[in-house]
T-cell receptor, first 111, second 114 residues
Framework: EDKVVQSPLSLVVHEGDTVTLNCSYE??????LLWYKQEKKAPTFLFML????IEKKSGRLSSILDKKELFSILNITATQTGDSAVYLC???????????FGQGTRLTINP | GAVVSQHPSWVICKSGTSVKIECRSL??????MFWYRQFPKQSLMLMAT?????????EQGVEKDKFLINHASLTLSTLTVTSAHPEDSSFYIC??????????FGPGTRLTVL
């Protein structure tokens, strides 16, 4: 059974801290790994990763994939209160055209 | 580009009634649409995948007679929750793909069954 596991499930830090969110996966036929940010409504896309070792960066957010060890991390530096959200990791299964989501990490940034 | 809308954004209904949720791709043609359900503090669970003009493919454990999906055009898919019960109360999210890798998510519909 395809599975995506995120850790930690919940994280509370102070503004300005750096956080690292983890995502590990076991899927039959990996195509890509995606990170989303979910506030009150539907998820908004952050990154798509398909190759190992290539860091994707967008402002204070960055992510990298390790296809050998089957995991990805999402880093957020100099966190702000607006970064508070649930961060979802999903893996796209090749051939099945579907996303398998992890449980999410609820990140809270305190001022 | 790639905007997906859902209607309604929230709905409250009585137990035993049916509720229809619409998912539209506003500025692109969606060859495939996906329906997800998200219970409080849980992740998105894929319910079904639908391709325009053909029957939806349901995930294991999702009752196809209870959750009717119609994808009659390249811009519209509907999910009908039939004979809704309180345990069907959830956040239903659709996404649409135009044939590539990326799925574009709708804003979600919060269903509360009394």
């Amino acid at each position: 059974e395809d599975k995506v596991v995120q850790s930690p499930l919940s994280l509370v830090v102070h503004e300005g801290d750096t956080v690292t969110l983890n995502c590990s996966y076991e899927v039959t036929n990996f195509r890509s790994l995606l990170w989303y940010k979910q506030e009150k409504k539907a998820p908004t896309f952050l990154f798509m990763l398909t190759s190992s070792g290539i860091e994707k960066k967008s402002g204070r957010l960055s992510s990298i994939l390790d296809k050998k060890e089957l995991f990805s991390i999402l880093n957020i530096t100099a966190t702000q209160t607006g970064d508070s959200a649930v961060y979802l990791c999903a893996v796209e299964v090749k051939g099945a055209q579907k996303l398998v989501f992890g449980q999410g990490t609820r990140l809270t940034i305190n001022p | 580009g790639a905007v997906v809308s859902q209607h309604p954004s929230w709905v409250i209904c009585k137990s035993g009634t049916s509720v229809k949720i619409e998912c539209r791709s506003l500025d692109f043609q969606a060859t495939t649409m996906f329906w997800y359900r998200q219970f409080p503090k849980q992740s998105l669970m894929l319910m079904a995948t639908s391709n325009e003009g053909s029957k939806a493919t349901y995930e294991q454990g999702v009752e196809k007679d209870k959750f009717l999906i119609n994808h009659a055009s390249l811009t519209l898919s509907t999910l009908t929750v039939t004979s809704a019960h309180p345990e069907d109360s959830s956040f239903y999210i659709c996404s649409a793909s135009r044939g590539g890798d990326e799925q574009f998510f709708g804003p979600g519909t919060r269903l509360t069954v009394l």
